[in-house]
């Protein structure tokens, strides 16, 4: 099954989310994939493919990483196009007032690779994805994109998720397998 690991936004932060969407969508950004307000999240490591045996010891391991986890503030949200010149992405960036959820990040990846998965070890960017784009941006979108001010849009995380990933022609569906209140 596809699988990855997400911290959870509240129904008020996607609420906000939905609205900033709802702004940009005026634009007429015709080749834009919107993603819908209950699947925004942070992804804290994508899994890709796992067998179902080892739900239980992944459970384990996020429940162990974050065991002693403090609440942290994720903060000076910005508004980015991903990457620079021909945009495929938009999303929030964040970031964090502490590297405690990176150093967990590290560790949670490392235990999670020995179980035989060979997963992406980038650094770990904290983002919610708005939007996927097909083809090039029109420029009265990207000047409306880059005005919005975000700064009221900061947050304490405190669940992560291990979801399932369903990927179907009309979008995905991500359903929760294991949460950990944090």
């Not at 060979?118 to 029109?138: E, I």
């Amino acid at each position: 099954m596809r699988a990855f690991i997400a911290l959870e936004l509240s129904d008020d932060l996607r609420s906000q989310f939905a609205s900033v969407c709802q702004d940009l969508q005026q634009y007429n950004q015709k080749n834009a994939n919107w993603v819908i307000p209950e699947n925004l999240h942070i992804t804290f490591q994508f899994l890709g493919d796992i067998y179902e045996f080892h739900l239980p010891e992944i459970k384990q391991i996020i429940t162990d990483k974050f065991a002693d986890f403090q609440p942290i503030q994720l903060s000076k949200p910005k508004l980015q196009l991903i990457p620079s010149g021909k945009p495929r992405l938009l999303w929030v960036n964040y970031q964090a007032e502490s590297d405690e959820l990176k150093s967990i990040h590290r560790h949670l990846v490392s235990d999670i690779s020995d179980l035989g998965y060979k997963l992406d070890n980038k650094s770990l960017v904290f983002h919610v994805t708005l939007a996927r784009f097909k083809a090039a941006l029109q420029e009265n979108f990207t000047a409306a994109a880059m005005k919005l001010q975000l700064d009221q849009i900061s947050f304490s995380p405190d669940k992560v998720t291990l979801f399932k990933s369903i990927l179907k022609p009309q979008g995905p569906i991500y359903q929760p397998l294991f949460s950990f209140a944090l």
